[in-house]
């Protein structure tokens, strides 16, 4: 079991920058690819970006591509997503999850609160 608690939202505008952390407790950390997916108001889930278990990879939503930088620090259970220029429609909540390797993210997070006002 792996326990994942977001943080780092907040209410900002547009052209602001925020870092979210997503700490991990519970089984080892470095086993997992990790992810961030988003739900904005009225909409489904949508992925934003990923990070494999060393951190060598990564992958982008093109929504984000260039604004968005995910890292990991393995030795702090800890995954990061900085945003930088940020948009109204970045507005949602924002979601770590953790994969182990199969075809669909096992853990979830309970999100933290993205709004960006115009």
């Known amino acids: 079991q792996v326990q994942l608690v977001e943080s780092g939202g907040g209410l900002v505008q547009a052209g602001d920058s925020l870092r979210l952390s997503c700490a991990a407790s519970?089984?080892?950390?470095?086993?997992?690819?990790m992810g961030w997916f988003r739900q904005a108001p009225g909409k489904g889930r949508e992925f934003v970006a990923s990070?494999?278990?060393?951190?060598?990879?990564?992958y982008y939503a093109a929504s984000v591509k260039g604004r968005y930088t995910i890292s990991r620090d393995n030795a702090k259970n800890t995954v990061y997503l900085q945003m930088n220029s940020l948009k109204p429609e970045d507005t949602a909540v924002y979601y770590c999850?953790?994969?182990?390797?199969?075809?669909?993210?096992?853990?979830w997070g309970q999100g933290t609160q993205v709004t960006v006002s115009s």
């Open positions: 999850a953790a994969n182990s390797g199969g075809p669909s993210y096992d853990y």
């Open positions: 519970g089984r080892t950390f470095s086993r997992y690819t």
């Open positions: 990070i494999t278990r060393s951190g060598g990879t990564t």
